[in-house]
């Protein structure tokens, strides 16, 4: 498996080059890339930050829940880091499997967990303003305080 | 006892910094570090983060350890607009 966070481009020909074997049947690729407008608004660039050491142990622990779930052969997840202008990949998934429907499977699990779960964050530099935005919430079972001590 | 706390996104932005050192008695919980932070940012969201204590998600009755790494995991979600900075 092929699990990384990177400050530079995401060389996807080549990640999904590489993810070809002869048992593959299929590989299916999620190319997340900076949209130019966002809730009507048009996009200069994203900023994205992680907590790096755990943001790369989570997405290690989700290709490798992915294979067991999934029954795929292989799996890549990369993301990006830092300043992305328009049309530039931050996230790349790919995932190789003997057939197509476990490939689409894997590959839309990962791409929808990792926006859950994952501790990364973008910020949208619009041309009248910024905000931190656009991604999922916490799951409850992920959210710190409980019902209880909600204040 | 110390904690290092870590904080991300906008928390990183509102709360000026990205760590330090919070003083806390021991046997001191996630809780008791949250309070801390409500009292610094009082209009912040509280409770729609997620909190890590050495980078594994933790709820809000973990006990914590002297020099144990917290990280502050705002939340992503799109509704956040009125706290950009």
């Not at chain 1, 074997?21 to 900076?34: E, N």
């Not at chain 1, 130019?36 to 943001?55: I, Q």
């Not at chain 2, 904690?3 to 991300?8: G, Q």
Request: with cysteine.
């Amino acid at each position: 498996m092929r699990v990384e966070i990177t400050d530079g481009v995401i060389p996807s020909g080549e990640i999904v080059a590489g993810m070809k074997a002869g048992p593959d049947g299929a590989v299916c690729v999620f190319d997340g890339i900076v949209r130019d407008n966002s809730r009507g608004r048009k996009t200069l660039y994203l900023d994205y930050e992680a907590y790096r050491e755990m943001a790369l142990e989570q997405m290690r622990e989700l290709a490798a829940e992915a294979v067991t779930k999934f029954g795929v052969r292989d799996v890549a997840l990369v993301h990006r880091l830092g300043r992305l202008m328009v049309g530039e990949t931050s996230v790349l998934v790919v995932v190789s499997s003997a057939h197509r429907g476990a490939a689409f499977e894997a590959c839309r699990w990962l791409i929808d967990t990792l926006k859950k779960t994952v501790p990364i964050w973008k910020k949208e530099q619009f041309v009248d303003g910024a905000v931190w935005a656009d991604g999922e919430p916490f799951p409850d079972e992920i959210i710190a305080a409980s019902p209880e001590t909600r204040g | 006892m110390r904690v290092r706390v870590l904080y991300f996104g906008v928390l990183r932005e509102r709360l000026g910094g990205s760590q330090e050192w919070v003083g806390l008695v021991e046997g001191a919980t996630v809780a008791e570090v949250l309070n801390v932070y409500r009292e610094r940012l009082v209009d912040f969201p509280w409770d729609s983060i997620a909190v890590a204590v050495n980078q594994e998600y933790a709820k809000a009755d973990v006990v914590l350890e002297e020099g144990d790494e917290l990280a502050l995991l705002p939340p992503v979600s799109g509704g956040l607009e009125r706290y950009a900075g």
